[in-house]
Every structure is written in structure tokens, then in C-alpha cells.
Nanobody
């Protein structure tokens, strides 16, 4: 069982930055592919970024490439999402998720085993 707790959301002006964190419980964090997903009001949840178990490989949605960076610190059981050059259309609840599947499978199938409760990001114009 893995518990995920996100933090770092908030209100920011367009062009600003935020760093989201997701702290995981348990001793097997380094086995999990980790992902960030977002859900805007009235829309389906969508993929943002993912990182493999050791942090060596990352994958991004086209909409955030060059602006967002996913990283992880396995010693701290934490995954991060650095969000730069934020746009109003980035406004959403952001969730972190964990999967024992490989990064390529997670990206293709969007299958996760555990989810956090989400953190709100609001970007004003």
C-alpha cells in the first residue's frame, strides 16, 4: 500500500512558477513509476508528465514540454513537478499517481495503482 500526499498548489499569475511535491509513504517508492495528471473543471483527467522508477527517463504531454519538469528524490520518497511559464489554461487540480508498470506502459495505458488527493493550481490572467 502506498499513500500519496500532494502539496505546493496555489494561485499564481500567468507567467509565474509553482513547484508541486508529492510525498509517498512506504519503503518501495523506488520501484514505482510516478506520474502527474491534471483535471480542469468540466474536463476529463489528463496526463501531464511521468518519470521512471530511478528518475532516468521522463515523458511529458506536448502542452507542457519545455515549461514543466518532473523529478524525484527516492531518498526522500518524493516526486516533484516544477511548473514554469504558467498559463491560465494550466488551471486544474493536479494529482500524483504511482504505478508498478514500466514508464512506457504507464504512458500508453495511463494505468496507475495509487492516487493522491490532488492539489489545486489556479493561474490568473
Amino acid at each position: 500500500q502506498v499513500q500519496l500526499v500532494e502539496s505546493g498548489g496555489g494561485l499564481v499569475q500567468a507567467g509565474g512558477s509553482l513547484r508541486l511535491s508529492c510525498a509517498a509513504s512506504g519503503r518501495t517508492f523506488n520501484l514505482y513509476t510516478m506520474g502527474w495528471l491534471s483535471q480542469a473543471p468540466g474536463k476529463e483527467r489528463e496526463f501531464v508528465a511521468a518519470i521512471n522508477h530511478n528518475g532516468g527517463v521522463t515523458y511529458y504531454a506536448d502542452s507542457v514540454k519545455g515549461r514543466f519538469t518532473i523529478s524525484r528524490d527516492n531518498a526522500k520518497n518524493t516526486v516533484y513537478l516544477q511548473m514554469n511559464s504558467l498559463k491560465p489554461e494550466d488551471t486544474a487540480v493536479y494529482y500524483c499517481a504511482a504505478s508498478l508498470l514500466s514508464l512506457s506502459t504507464v504512458v500508453a495505458a495511463q494505468r496507475y495503482d495509487y492516487w493522491g488527493q490532488g492539489t489545486q493550481v489556479t493561474v490568473s490572467s
